[in-house]
C-alpha cells in the first residue's frame, strides 16, 4: 500500500464550513417559474447577515465566474486576447501577469456592460436563472460596498506567474540548464502543479496567503506580480520520462507542521480558527479549463517576447 502523499490541503487551524459549496448545490437545484424566481433570487434588499451572507455571496459568486468564463471563451476564441503594450514587471513571468491582469479587467468592464444592455427592456419573466443569480451577486456587493463588485481570476495569473520564475531557476540548478519552452510549458502545466493550486484553494484567504509567504520567503500578497517562490522548495522530478518542477514532499510537510503548531496556539488562547469555505472557482468545476487557458496565454506571451514582439526589453 503506497504512501499517503503530503497535502497542503485543508490545512490545520481553520474552521472548514461547507455552506457555500451546500448553497450552491441549492441554488442548482431550484426550479421556479421566471417571474417567481426573479422575486425569489432579486428581492428589493438581500436580507442575509454575518456568516450567512458570507456563505451566500462566495455561492452565488461562482455562478458570476462561470458565466465570465463562457463569456470569456467565447470573446478569445472569436478574436485574438487583446494585451496592453509594454507592461510592468522585471521578467517575462512578471510582465506576463500584469499583462493578463489588465487584460481581464477590460473583459470584465465589458461583461458587466453587456450583462446590464442585456437586461434592458426585458420583464421579469424573460430573466434567465443565470442571469437572476449574476444580479444577485452584484446586488449583494452594492449593498456591501457601495458600488459593484467582481470576483477574479487574477490570482490563478499571479500564482502560475509566479511558478514562470521559478521553473527556469530550478532546471539550472538541479540540471545545468534551462528549460525548453516546452519544458517551461509543460511544468506550468502538469497535472501536480494544478493539484499544488486546488490543494491550496480548499483553504481560507487567509491561510493561502501565509502559505504563499512561506514558498515566498516574504511577504507580498497575490495583487503583487513581482513576487516569486523560492526555488529551493522545488525540485525537477520526472514523469513518463519528461521532467517538470514541483513542490519538495519534505516542504509541504515542513508548512503543515507550522500550521499545527499555529493551531494549537490558537486553541491555547481561545481564540477562533478563520473560517474556510474554499474558492468559488472549485465549485464550478472550471478550474483545469482555466489553468489550461492561463497557461496557454503564457506561451503565447513568451514567444512574443522571444521574437521581439509584446513585452521585449532588450
Same mark, same amino acid.
Given at each position: 500500500?503506497?504512501?499517503?502523499?503530503?497535502?497542503?490541503?485543508?490545512m490545520?487551524?481553520?474552521?472548514?464550513d461547507?455552506?457555500?459549496?451546500?448553497r450552491?448545490?441549492?441554488?442548482?437545484a431550484?426550479?421556479?417559474?421566471e417571474?417567481?424566481?426573479?422575486?425569489? #433570487? &432579486?428581492?428589493e434588499?438581500?436580507? #442575509?447577515?454575518?456568516?450567512?451572507r458570507t456563505?451566500?455571496s462566495?455561492?452565488?459568486?461562482?455562478?458570476?465566474?462561470?458565466?465570465?468564463?463562457?463569456?470569456?471563451?467565447?470573446?478569445? @476564441?472569436?478574436?485574438a486576447? @487583446?494585451?496592453?503594450?509594454?507592461? *510592468?514587471?522585471n521578467?517575462?513571468?512578471?510582465?506576463?501577469?500584469?499583462?493578463?491582469?489588465?487584460? #481581464?479587467?477590460?473583459?470584465?468592464d465589458?461583461f &458587466?456592460d453587456?450583462?446590464?444592455?442585456?437586461?434592458t427592456?426585458?420583464q421579469?419573466?424573460? &430573466?434567465?436563472?443565470?442571469?437572476?443569480l449574476?444580479?444577485r =451577486?452584484?446586488?449583494?456587493?452594492?449593498e456591501?460596498l457601495?458600488?459593484?463588485?467582481?470576483?477574479?481570476? *487574477?490570482?490563478?495569473?499571479s500564482l502560475?506567474?509566479?511558478?514562470?520564475?521559478?521553473?527556469?531557476?530550478? =532546471?539550472?540548478?538541479?540540471?545545468?540548464r534551462?528549460?525548453t519552452?516546452?519544458?517551461l510549458?509543460?511544468?506550468?502545466?502538469?497535472?501536480s502543479?494544478?493539484?499544488?493550486?486546488?490543494?491550496m484553494?480548499t483553504?481560507?484567504r487567509?491561510a493561502?496567503?501565509? @502559505?504563499?509567504?512561506?514558498?515566498?520567503?516574504?511577504?507580498?500578497?497575490?495583487d503583487?506580480? @513581482?513576487?516569486?517562490?523560492?526555488?529551493?522548495?522545488?525540485?525537477?522530478?520526472?514523469s513518463?520520462?519528461?521532467?517538470?518542477?514541483?513542490l519538495?514532499?519534505?516542504?509541504?510537510?515542513?508548512?503543515?507542521?507550522?500550521?499545527?503548531?499555529?493551531?494549537e496556539?490558537?486553541a491555547?488562547?481561545?481564540?477562533a480558527?478563520?473560517?474556510?469555505?474554499?474558492?468559488p472557482? #472549485?465549485?464550478t468545476?472550471?478550474? &483545469?479549463?482555466?489553468?489550461?487557458?492561463?497557461?496557454?496565454?503564457?506561451k *503565447?506571451?513568451?514567444?512574443?517576447?522571444?521574437?521581439?514582439?509584446?513585452?521585449?526589453?532588450?
Amino acid at each position: 500500500m503506497s504512501e499517503k502523499r503530503p497535502s497542503l490541503s485543508k490545512m490545520p487551524g481553520q474552521r472548514f464550513d461547507p455552506a457555500a459549496r451546500e448553497r450552491r448545490k441549492e441554488l442548482e437545484a431550484l426550479d421556479l417559474p421566471e417571474d417567481e424566481l426573479v422575486k425569489a #433570487l &432579486i428581492p428589493e434588499k438581500v436580507d #442575509l447577515e454575518g456568516e450567512v451572507r458570507t456563505a451566500e455571496s462566495y455561492a452565488v459568486s461562482s455562478f458570476v465566474i462561470e458565466k465570465f468564463w463562457d463569456y470569456l471563451r467565447t470573446r478569445i @476564441t472569436s478574436e485574438a486576447l @487583446t494585451l496592453p503594450e509594454n507592461p *510592468k514587471g522585471n521578467t517575462v513571468s512578471q510582465r506576463f501577469a500584469y499583462a493578463l491582469s489588465d487584460s #481581464l479587467d477590460v473583459y470584465r468592464d465589458q461583461f &458587466i456592460d453587456d450583462f446590464r444592455n442585456s437586461l434592458t427592456g426585458k420583464q421579469d419573466e424573460e &430573466i434567465s436563472k443565470a442571469d437572476a443569480l449574476t444580479f444577485r =451577486y452584484f446586488q449583494m456587493k452594492k449593498e456591501e460596498l457601495g458600488h459593484i463588485g467582481f470576483p477574479s481570476m *487574477k490570482d490563478l495569473v499571479s500564482l502560475i506567474g509566479r511558478m514562470g520564475d521559478v521553473v527556469p531557476q530550478v =532546471y539550472e540548478r538541479d540540471l545545468g540548464r534551462v528549460p525548453t519552452e516546452e519544458e517551461l510549458v509543460a511544468s506550468l502545466g502538469h497535472p501536480s502543479l494544478k493539484r499544488l493550486f486546488m490543494e491550496m484553494m480548499t483553504n481560507s484567504r487567509s491561510a493561502v496567503q501565509v @502559505t504563499l509567504n512561506r514558498l515566498e520567503d516574504g511577504f507580498s500578497n497575490l495583487d503583487d506580480y @513581482t513576487g516569486t517562490f523560492n526555488p529551493k522548495y522545488f525540485e525537477v522530478r520526472e514523469s513518463n520520462g519528461q521532467p517538470h518542477v514541483a513542490l519538495r514532499p519534505e516542504v509541504v510537510e515542513w508548512i503543515r507542521s507550522m500550521w499545527v503548531k499555529g493551531a494549537e496556539a490558537l486553541a491555547e488562547r481561545g481564540m477562533a480558527f478563520p473560517r474556510a469555505l474554499q474558492c468559488p472557482v #472549485l465549485f464550478t468545476g472550471k478550474f &483545469i479549463e482555466m489553468h489550461d487557458w492561463v497557461v496557454g496565454e503564457f506561451k *503565447k506571451f513568451n514567444q512574443l517576447e522571444k521574437s521581439g514582439g509584446l513585452g521585449a526589453t532588450e
